[in-house]
């Protein structure tokens, strides 16, 4: 099982809220799809909400979801997924123009999808705007800044502080890109792709 250590978001020296460097790689190919992708992410918090940065480089980054819980992992897609008790689980997902899905719940079929004036509270920055998108054969580097606020979470009333420990993985995927791939920090015991498997999260550890 791998560990993060997730660090305190900073601030420059104007008082502007510094996103983390993405720097942990989204690199274990489960499945063997074999594709040219590359994506690399970066966690952070303060008392009220987790900063997630992700930066990607694909030849076809594609994106025609639009609207909320919308099927996101169909265009080329970031994920997060996260336990705070070990049982049920948040999943958060992200197409590369910022649209977003969140369900919560135990393991496939008995999850919920968050209602839209609750995810709407997530913000995103993707670098490569909000109109769909389809880059053809074309090596790309784009990245998006996620803001989530503690309140997302209000099923599992969550503490972020120094020292709290849970349970999480990070994806990447694209179920009908041009080159389908599923790709992990954590790696996953599955003899088919399938994200929904909290047993395979790794660890996040509050510093």
Sequence with gaps: ?????????????????????????????????????????????DANHLYLRYVVNEAHPKATSTVINGPVWEDSCVEFFISFDGETYYNLEFNCIGNRVVGYGNIKPKRQRLDQARIIEITTTPSLGRDVIDVKDTPTEWHINITIPKQVFAEASPCFEKGQVYNANFYKCGDKQKEPHYLSWNAINSEKPNFHLPACFGRIIFE
Excluded at 6 to 14: D, L, N
């Design 1 to 45: 099982m791998k560990q993060l250590k997730v660090k305190k978001v900073g601030y420059s020296e104007k008082g502007e809220l510094q996103f983390p460097e993405a720097t942990h790689h989204i690199d274990t190919d489960n499945w063997n799809y074999n594709v040219d992708v590359k994506a690399q992410f970066g966690l952070a918090y």
